[in-house]
């Protein structure tokens, strides 16, 4: 790294992370207290950017530091207590540089599955501060499918499964932010479903922990911190904070048999309210059968095998 390499990266440091302001970078003999980060990160030199080597310097140095309340939501605890690796943080640092100038697309005007009348309100998940009501489009093959789940079961519910410990799932309505009671007229099966009963969009299944929503809730402090410090951050910081708060979830959401199955099922419907007759179709029915059947993303199936 060079001198004017040098000089630029004490520059980024002390204009996006105020917290390091004074310290110099040095490479070299006689170097600063960053000796050691130094030593670990040289190997990296010349095959990352530049604002990759400021978030991989934070991260040696501890993250972003940040008080964990007991009285907060565990997806807020988790994402405080979080630690990006430097892979988690070089992969969110090329996606924050290469959407910096995202567009958003006016509505196509299609009805989403199922043919739901009411329009999809966007803002009530904490989630939707940056993902749109229709979260699913990189799979053309169950995309849709998904999709149409997003209107009544939260996104913590398939990406928020944190190891050791013990979720409970519960109807939450996000305005009140309480549970509230199901019953089968929030669950759409059978032949004989009438699609002008609109269902509620900010009523939906979500995981909970000792009692209380496990997710952030859109309209509190912490969701205020998050958007006010995305809108103030450099390239560097929101890179950081995009890392953090994807750490605690998982990318990859459960397989469709994991609630659309009769052996020990992620949703216990008949709590959730289900009928005995829609636990039945639920857990039976034929499309997640069908995308089983799939080995690979590549592999192409005829809808007439739906029928074997």
Known sequence: MGRGERGAANGLLMRGFPAVRGLRLRFGRGMSPLHGTCRIIRPFLSIWPIHDMILLI????????????????????????ARPDAETLHKAGQQVREHQNVTLREPTGLAPFHRQLQPLTRGEAFCQSCHAPLPHGKKLRDRTFLNMHSRFIACETCHFRPESVQLQYDWLDYPAWVPVQGDAGRFRTGSQTDNAVSLSGTVKIAPFSQGVPALARRDSDFAREVEQTWQNAAVPERSLLKARLHTPLNRQGPECAACHTGKQPLLDLARLGASPAQVTAIQQHIIPQFFARYRSDEERLRIIDILR
């Open 58 to 81: 934070l991260f040696l140095w501890g993250g972003w530091p940040g008080t964990v309340l007991a009285d907060e939501a565990l997806y807020v605890r988790q994402y405080r207590q």
